[in-house]
């Protein structure tokens, strides 16, 4: 991931806020309280009718892994603190919404940030998720194309890139020592491990638009498949996720600071929904066009999205 200075990144939030005020001068603030205050009381009562209506199972759990090194071993060259200070505010407006519970949550930063550390958060979730929750992924890191000695892009099985090249994530001792990094095949793994309803799988870093990879399993049958296992309802469970990945830049871009982090928050503190559909909610994807919009406006770095989630996933209330 590039670095950005604050400097730009603080001249290009005002901006946002400045043009924000004048296309939308219904929204004085990005804080929720106020955006509800100014919609008014009708507009209030409306919205919680919607949500008392909003087609959720009862016993639904919103789950989370927050993921993000942002320091790396024997090399602070290429620190970036800006991934630590995304990560605790996403952590912070996930919390202020009434479906997200610390203890559902699962933050791993810093030196903690091992490719170790990393699959047993993502088993922890497993563990804890069922067919009728929520997850949310969320990972933030430096990125490449996996490639090898001599430069060659190299597609680990399954071979599923048309570029040639699997991507990889740095962990807290990636640029030290070359395995120390996660690939998008393992990722995905996991992620098609969950039983979830919803999965939604967010990846800030250079080249992040390769982790669109579709679930896996999906219409797979495998050969020893049984009646039991058919009971078990397990291959069923996976072949029904909804999965929405919001990607930071596409799969052969650099991405700049944490600036797609910082504007999806924003997304998730109330500008989604403000320049969405207006229902209360602030969606994954009203939260993403947000971000999309003010990044394709720079033309720096271009946010991509694979949305296989029927409607839209909640982030936020
Ligand atoms: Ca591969
Ligand atoms: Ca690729
Ligand atoms: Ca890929
Ligand atoms: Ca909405």
Aim: aromatic content about 12%; proline content about 5%; overall charge negative.
């Amino acid at each position: 991931m590039k670095k950005k200075n604050k400097m730009n990144f603080s001249v290009l939030l005002i901006s946002i806020v400045c043009v924000a005020l004048l296309v939308a001068p219904v929204c004085n603030a990005v804080v929720k309280p106020t955006m509800l205050e100014t919609l008014g009381k009708n507009h209030s009562l409306e919205i919680k009718k919607q949500l008392d209506n909003y087609p959720l199972q009862e016993g639904t759990e919103y789950w989370a892994v927050l993921f993000a090194v942002g320091v790396y071993y024997n090399n602070p060259d290429k620190d970036r603190p800006s991934m630590l200070e995304a990560v605790n505010d996403l952590y912070d407006v996930l919390i202020d919404s009434p479906q997200w519970q610390p203890d559902h949550i699962r933050m791993t930063t810093g030196e903690q940030a091992t490719g170790k550390n990393l699959v047993k958060d993502l088993i922890w979730l497993i563990r804890n998720e069922d067919k009728d929750d929520m997850s949310l992924v969320y990972i933030t890191t430096h990125g490449f194309p996996l490639k090898g000695p001599e430069g060659n892009p190299i597609d680990l099985p399954p071979r599923d890139e048309a570029d040639g090249a699997d991507e990889i994530l740095v962990m807290y001792e990636g640029f030290d020592k070359w395995y120390a990094v996660i690939w998008d095949d393992l990722l995905n793994f996991f992620l098609s491990l969950l039983q979830s309803q919803g999965v939604c799988l967010i990846v800030d870093s250079c080249f992040s638009g390769g982790f669109n990879d579709s679930p896996m399993f999906e219409g797979f049958i495998p050969e020893e498949y049984t009646a039991e296992t058919f009971t078990q309802g397990f291959v069923e469970d996976l072949a029904t996720q909804g999965r929405v990945v919001l990607m930071s830049c596409r799969e052969d871009e650099l991405s700049y600071g944490s600036i797609f982090s910082d504007l999806l928050i924003e997304g998730f503190l109330g500008w989604g929904d403000v320049f969405g559909n207006g229902d209360g909610i602030n969606s994954a994807e009203e939260s993403f066009a947000f971000a999309k919009f003010w990044l394709d406006l720079f033309g720096e770095q271009h946010p991509t999205m694979l949305d296989l989630f029927p409607g839209e996933y909640p982030v936020t209330y």
